[in-house]
């Protein structure tokens, strides 16, 4: 498997909890390696382009004044098979469906306020870095 890099939220339910320290020590447990972080204060304008695939879906809304709720530590995580680790690592949307030991078991409050993002695939994974960082902001 290649090395790899994946996009990373660690999203306002976890912030707001000082979990983010957590939620890394998970990351680099599973191999991954944190080459780029910043914590920031997301616009809404930001959250509505970001999270334009669900546009349509009736928790969009929601999803995006969530979003915006409190900062938000994006990340750059590079491993062997980056993406799908990381979505191992994230456990399922719906925390109740999560399998034990995941981030999203341990600390998702619900399946809107659910701690992190994880890209899904290598395209919107590229798309996803770009839009958060430049390219002398990955120090791998
Ligand atoms: O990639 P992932 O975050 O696991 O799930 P997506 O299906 O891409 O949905 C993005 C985001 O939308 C999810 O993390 C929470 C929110 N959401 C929701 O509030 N209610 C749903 N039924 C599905 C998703
Ligand atoms: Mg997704």
Redesign the pocket.
Known sequence: MALERTFSIIKPDATKRNLTGKIVAKFEEAGLRVVASKRIQMTLAQAQEF?GV?SERP?FG??CEFMISEPVVVQVLEGEGAIAKNREV?GA?NPADAAPGTIRAEFAES??E?SV??S?APETAAVEIAYFFSGLELVG
Request: glycine share 16%; net charge negative.
């Open positions: 999270y669900h928790f929601e999803l994230m949307t399946v809107g659910n993002h994880g899904d």
